[in-house]
Each structure stands twice: as structure tokens, then as C-alpha cells.
């Protein structure tokens, strides 16, 4: 990821392999390197909405990678209720760097 672009998190969720699934809660934590330490991006979890037209669940906000270098570390959690079976959950995790946008050519001088 080129630093300073804004980025809005994603997830896409199919069943069978090809389905769209749109009937999941979804929530998303991130957080961003800062140094040493890690900063959250959001003010505790986000709730992702699902986008009919693009067939994921997105988030409202967006992350601003302006001023940051290193990792950033997506955590998504998707739950749903399935009658006779209960709460179904599963989480998925990601992580992108986040450095300079080079371009380099040779040149003799």
C-alpha cells in the first residue's frame, strides 16, 4: 500500500464456493505500526455493512495511511445464527505494508 492513500476495508464471504453470503454481522479491528508500538486505527471495532451492488460487506470508514510506514493488521469477525445449529463465527486476518510509491530508472552519467 503506496502511504497516503485511503484505504476502506473490505471482506467478501461465499458459501459453496461461489455464493454470496449477505446475512452475516461483521465486525473489523485494525491496527497500524507506528514504531515499536501498535495504534488502533478505529476507536474500538468497526461494524462492516453489506454493499448489495459490490456483493461484500465495507466499511464507512476509511483508514488514512498519511504519515504511517510499516504494517497494518486487519482483523475481520463474521457471525450469524443458523436455526438448530446455533451462532456460526469464524474470523479471518490480513495485513499489508505500508511504504513509499518508487520509481526508478537507470541513468549514466
Request: one cysteine or more.
Amino acid at each position: 500500500v503506496v502511504q497516503g492513500v485511503k484505504l476502506k476495508p473490505l471482506l467478501s464471504v461465499s458459501t459453496f464456493g461461489s455464493l454470496p453470503h449477505s446475512g452475516l454481522q461483521v465486525t473489523l479491528s485494525a491496527k497500524q505500526q507506528r514504531g515499536d508500538d501498535w495504534v488502533s486505527v478505529f476507536p474500538g471495532v468497526v461494524t462492516l455493512v453489506w454493499d448489495a451492488e459490490r456483493k461484500v460487506y465495507t466499511s464507512q470508514e476509511t483508514i488514512d495511511t498519511s504519515g504511517a510506514l510499516g504494517e497494518l493488521k486487519l482483523e475481520f469477525a463474521a457471525a450469524c445464527f443458523v436455526a438448530g445449529l446455533g451462532e456460526i463465527y469464524f474470523d479471518v486476518d490480513d495485513s499489508k505494508k505500508i511504504g513509499y510509491g518508487m520509481r526508478i530508472e537507470a541513468k549514466v552519467v
